[in-house]
């Protein structure tokens, strides 16, 4: 059984964005020759997601727009305090708890070597708390 990961380091450019890596995750398989498997998707940071939906501009904006939303900045969070740990305040509550709304992580099987997906899903790296450096991780488990 092989078992491949893959560092994709990416910059964003703004504060919320969707970002379609859905071709990089068929490439990715593609290129690891696994035929029967799975291929795992997840963010290494705690103020992004990854989510699956319909690959549209639209939709990728009123997913943003619902995020902000359902999770609104002017709100009294208790994570908006000096942390110490850092040297300074904390001010992305919103943008932690966004993230933990979508999840970190996607998951699919590979089957004749492409990834078992519906012809409208779209792998998006959601960021969050921009512009920033950032780096999500493909691992592909299989044969």
């Not at 290494?44 to 939303?69: F, K, M, S």
């Not at 099987?109 to 450096?133: A, K, M, N, S, W």
């Amino acid at each position: 059984m092989k078992s491949i990961i893959t560092r994709v380091t990416i910059n964003t450019c703004h504060e919320t964005e969707l970002i379609n890596i859905t071709d990089k995750v068929h490439s990715e398989v593609k290129k690891s020759g696994v035929l029967s498997g799975t291929v795992f998707v997840m963010s290494l940071h705690t103020t992004t997601g990854l989510t699956v939906n319909e690959g549209l501009p639209d939709l990728e904006a009123d997913i943003a727009n619902y995020l902000q939303r359902l999770v609104p900045e002017n709100y009294p969070y208790r994570h908006a305090r000096f942390l110490h740990s850092d040297g300074q305040m904390a001010i992305n509550a919103p943008s932690h708890l966004r993230g933990a709304l979508l999840g970190f992580e996607a998951f699919f099987p590979i089957e004749h070597g492409v990834i078992v997906c519906g012809g409208r899903q779209t792998i998006y790296f959601v960021e969050l708390d921009g512009p920033q450096e950032r780096t999500y991780l493909i691992q592909i488990l299989g044969e």
